[in-house]
C-alpha cells in the first residue's frame, strides 16, 4: 500500500467527518435564531410553567447499586477474558494472570466499600418533606 493510499482511505473520511459537522455547526447557527427571552429560557415540566418547591425530592436511593455494579463489572470481565486463558501449562501466564487481578481486586476495594457504605445510609432512602 503506497502512501497515498492510506492518506486517501484514514485521512480523507476523518477530515470528511470533520468539514460535515463543522458545516452542520454553522447552518444551524445560521438558520436559527439567537433573541432569548424569558420564556424561550424557562423550565417547563409537561407543559406548565413550575412554580414554588417541587412535589418530591429525587433521592439517590440507587447510586451505591451503581458504584457496586461499575466497579465488579470490570473484574467479571476480567475473570471471563482469565477463563479462556491456557495457564495450565504455563507457570509464568499463570503468575502473571495473578498479579493482574489481584491488583485489579485490590485498587477496586476502596471503591466497593464506599459503595457499600453508600448503600447502607438509611437517609437516602427517604423522601424530604
Known sequence: MSLTQAVLSFGLPFLLVLLAGYG????????LSRNPNPLKT???????????EGRLWFPLQYYGYLLVYTTLEPIVVILFLAAAVPFYNNFILFRNLLIVL?????????????????INVLTYWGLRR
Do not use: D, H
Open 102 to 118: 489481584g491488583s485489579f481486586v485490590i485498587l477496586m476495594y476502596p471503591i466497593l466499600y464506599y459503595a457499600i457504605r453508600q
Open 24 to 31: 452542520t455547526y454553522k447552518l444551524l447557527v445560521v438558520a
Open 42 to 52: 424557562a423550565r417547563f415540566e409537561a407543559g406548565n410553567i413550575p412554580t414554588g
